[in-house]
């Protein structure tokens, strides 16, 4: 039998690295997921497949690659420490292996990392025959993700475990937003893959250089997220899309904005986006289009031309599942 798990992806449609300063961030769980499943092995490895061409064994505090190039068990590594968190709690010594699927682009800034590490964490713990709680869930998760970059705010993995729409802010938790208005989205993927932790600690560096500065800004930035909110739930279009716009001015001046996406936000607003922005870490990854009404066509073609890959989403209410499978 295999235990198995399905997380679904991310964008932050307001926010990002200010919610690690203690803000809000405005965050919407999209149709795109990880499924993570688990069964029993005889001995005590992990054994991680990924659907990306990517497996190795993990034993006896030693690595083996089986398929992969050199960066593999960065990738791997955050997996194996999700499953074993679970087991170090519940004092589980057994081996597992670990089937991989994603059809969420990796290291682009749409949470495959987190969505990974909540569902091994869901199958984990349903494989070994504990119940988690959707907060136990999340919480077990946050140990991968502090491995991967070192100060997460922990939005990530709340939005996989909770998925729908939350405002998230690390001292507060979450707050489901409910019965809102259908947003209508297109993502643009640069095609770069980039480091959240060394971007993270980045801002980090300006802000402690700059504190004077970045500081009010940060604040801002909250009250901008705040104002955001309130627009999406009073179905203000025209209103959300310049908060999205102001928060990328915001994330240029914080340093994470490349031309590629500049290029991208650019193409998406001459061709009638509301609003853009850059989701998620930058430095790469995705910025994300708000469209008015019968125009994500327009703005995906736009998109297309600037040099990106245009994705269509939608938001999903569901977050984690968990099932059997034989
Ligand atoms: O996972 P990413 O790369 O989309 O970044 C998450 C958002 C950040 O605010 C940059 C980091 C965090 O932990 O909140």
């Known amino acids: 039998m295999k235990a198995c798990s399905s997380a679904p992806g991310k964008v932050i449609l307001l926010g990002e ?52 190039g050199n960066d593999s068990k960065i990738f791997l590594e955050p997996v194996r420490i999700a499953a074993q968190t679970v087991l170090d709690k519940f004092e589980v010594s057994q081996g597992f292996d670990i089937e991989i699927y994603s059809n969420i682009p990796a290291a682009a800034g749409l949470g495959s990392s987190s969505a990974i590490s909540v569902a091994t964490v869901a199958s984990i713990g349903k494989i070994i025959d504990v ?31 909770y998925g729908g729409a939350i405002l998230y802010q690390q001292r507060e938790g979450i707050k489901r937003l409910q019965d809102l208005p259908t947003l ?18 980045a801002v980090r560096g300006r802000q402690i250089r700059l504190p004077t ?91 297309d031309k600037a040099g990106g890959t245009p994705l269509l989403v939608e938001k999903v209410e569901t977050g984690i599942q968990t099932w059997m499978e034989k």
Do not use: W
């Not at 795109?32 to 659907?51: E, G, I, N, P, Y």
């Not at 990517?54 to 083996?64: A, D, L, P, Q, T």
């Open 17 to 68: 690295h200010f919610v690690v300063f203690g803000q809000p961030a405005l965050v919407i769980a999209i149709n795109r997921q990880v499924t993570v499943k688990v069964s029993k092995r005889k001995d005590k490895a992990l054994r991680l497949v990924s659907d990306l061409g990517i497996s190795g064994i993990f034993e006896n505090e030693k690595f083996r690659l089986e398929n992969g």
């Open 131 to 161: 119940t988690l709680s959707q907060k136990e869930i999340c919480d077990l998760s946050l140990v991968s993700e502090r491995f991967v970059h070192g100060n997460p705010s922990g939005v990530d993995p709340a939005i996989a475990t």
């Open 184 to 201: 209508s989205l297109v993502i643009g993927y640069t095609g770069l893959t980039r480091n959240t932790g060394d971007l993270v600690g």
């Open 213 to 303: 500065i970045i500081d009010p800004l940060i604040e801002l930035a909250g009250k901008l997220t705040l104002n955001a909110v309130k627009a999406l739930q009073d179905g203000d279009f025209h209103k959300l899309g310049e908060c999205m716009d102001v928060n990328h001015g915001f994330l240029v001046a914080i340093g994470v904005s490349i031309i590629a996406l500049d290029k991208l936000v650019d193409a998406a607003k001459r061709a009638g986006a509301l609003g853009a922005k850059l989701t998620g870490a930058g430095g790469g990854g995705c910025m994300i289009a708000l469209c008015a009404q019968g125009t994500q066509e327009d703005v995906a073609n736009a998109i």
